[in-house]
């Protein structure tokens, strides 16, 4: 079985709501939780929590093989419309971008 493109598995694990699938509780990202929220420099150190930690499981294994984080870059933030955009370095010195 072919697998999905590391672009559409890195979406899918930073687009998927923390606890939204019933068979993978711990697959997805905290970011929905970031809606609404004042956007302050503690919003987007948040950001950069939730966006890093949804590439592993409970046990810090990582979701995909392929897609192991070494860190997230923030780029740019916008405190006033509350855009964001941040890069995510993997071991296979990949790094795909982020924005909201």
């Known amino acids: 079985m072919a697998k999905i493109s590391k672009e559409k598995s890195f979406n899918r694990m930073i687009e998927t709501p923390l606890g939204s699938r019933v068979y993978l509780?711990?697959?997805?990202?905290?970011?929905?939780?970031?809606?609404?929220?004042?956007?302050?420099?503690?919003?987007?150190?948040?950001?950069?929590?939730?966006?890093?930690?949804?590439f592993f499981d409970e046990n810090w294994n990582p979701w995909d093989d392929r897609l192991v984080p070494t860190g997230v870059t923030l780029n740019s933030f916008d405190t006033t419309s509350g855009e964001i955009s941040c890069s995510v370095n993997f071991e296979d010195d990949l790094s795909l971008e982020y924005a909201a």
């Open 25 to 54: 509780p711990h697959f997805g990202s905290k970011l929905h939780i970031l809606i609404d929220r004042p956007t302050t420099l503690k919003w987007a150190m948040l950001f950069k929590k939730y966006l890093f930690e949804c």
